[in-house]
């Protein structure tokens, strides 16, 4: 499966941006699809997850009131809708997929990763 992101940029404190991932190689490898970030010095953290087939999604606590996950399976492409973002918010964001049905491992433990799209908020 290769997973190739887009959307990243700089943006200011409060503004938003679309994360989008698209997925290429097979649809049953990406049962789950999810995002996770990584701050410089900072370990990685889980964003998002969504279940493909049964649709749940899982938002981390820390984001889950301006973070949304989203999928389109027709297109399996999943995006990540953040707005009201924060200077914290900064970091390198990364689409994971994975096969596992259900969908019960943490995005930044699926199997599949993308290259990493920047986010800098200022």
């Known amino acids: 499966v290769q997973l190739v992101e887009s959307g990243g940029g700089s943006v200011q404190a409060g503004g938003s941006l679309r994360l989008s991932c698209a997925a290429s190689?097979?649809?049953?490898?990406?049962?789950?699809m999810g995002w996770f970030r990584q701050a410089p010095g900072d370990e990685v953290e889980g964003v998002a997850r969504i279940d493909s087939r049964g649709g749940s999604i899982l938002v981390a606590d820390v984001v889950k009131d301006r973070f949304n996950i989203s999928q389109d399976n027709a297109k399996n492409t999943v995006d990540l809708q953040m707005s009201s973002l924060k200077p914290e918010d900064t970091a390198i964001y990364y689409c994971a997929a994975d096969p596992r049905f259900p969908c019960d491992v943490i995005s930044h433990s699926m199997t599949f990763r993308g290259q990493g799209t920047q986010v800098t908020v200022s």
């Open positions: 190689g097979g649809t049953s490898s990406s049962n789950c």
